[in-house]
């Protein structure tokens, strides 16, 4: 425990940025040591900053806690504000106006980035939710990506997901309808109208993101998974809310050599769930005072540096 606290006290942050389109995309590099191995942590969906926080009701700081984990265990990291978002906000006028294949160059930005600047011979993709769509997007051309980390990452296409995580809560069912017929509008590659839709639909189908969201709807993680040959670890925890097991599968199946963990009690955040009930799960989204899951942190490592 007194080695872990010490190491965990030498953990260094320091800023780090790399070109956006209009101005600097802003990130934190860990360092662990020269010879370490380099990890991109790829955020996911909205408005998610470097630590994993977001406006909606995240605080837990998972990307934060994760970087500084791993960094005990030898891994380098950098994680990152996208583009057009709070450190990043110079990069592009509006954060709205991407698609995943300008988040995958930003990816392939920072790990040109980090080689320069590490001497490594490869940076992993680390992609949490949406981020690891994105990393796999970016694995299609592979020069200086090491591996793929997907972390509660979907394996189905988005629409899918998106009608089970609106179908598991009870209380959405009167705005069900209307969501679907929206979802079935933009993954037909079409505006859906809001101009009698609720607030709370309102907030997933903002007329600004609809654009990002019909790029979002037409990518199929499993098929861009089945066309990379990089080495692949999918982890997805057993108190996982957002993302099911069977977007683990459908990666797994597309990926049959890839390693697979599964953390029985981590959640979507990546912190230990006690307990079934979904109150106490989302309580953790708020609370930075947790650490990460420790098996995942065990896992990456040995991945890495393998």
Known sequence: MLSMMIAAAAVVATPMTVPGPKGAIAGTFVDAGKGSPVVLIIPGSGPT??????????????????????????VSTLRADKRGMFGSKAAI???????????????????AALRRQTDAKCVWLL??????????AA????????????????????GAVIREQLNANPANAPLLPQAMAALSSLEAGKPADTS???????????????????DLLAQDPAALAGRTKLPMLIVRGGKDIQVAQADADALRAARLDARF????????????????DRASNLATYADPSLPVDSSLVDAIAAFVER
Request: net charge negative; hydrophobic share 45%; glycine share 10%.
């Open 49 to 74: 900053d470097r630590d994993g926080n977001n406006p909606l009701g995240v605080t837990a700081a998972p990307y934060r806690l994760l970087a500084e984990a791993l960094a005990t265990k030898g």
């Open 93 to 111: 006028s509006d954060a709205n106006a991407v698609t995943i294949n300008d988040y995958a160059a930003d990816a392939h930005t920072w790990t």
């Open 127 to 136: 992609g949490h939710s949406e981020g690891g769509l994105i990393a796999l």
């Open 139 to 158: 694995a299609q051309q592979p020069t200086g990506i090491c591996g793929l980390i997907l972390v509660a990452s979907p394996g189905r296409k988005l």
């Open 196 to 214: 009698e839709m609720p607030a709370p639909l309102l907030a997933l189908f903002n007329p600004k993101v609809q654009p990002f969201l019909i």
């Open 261 to 276: 963990v599964g953390p029985a009690e981590m959640n979507h955040v990546l912190k230990d769930v006690k307990g079934e």
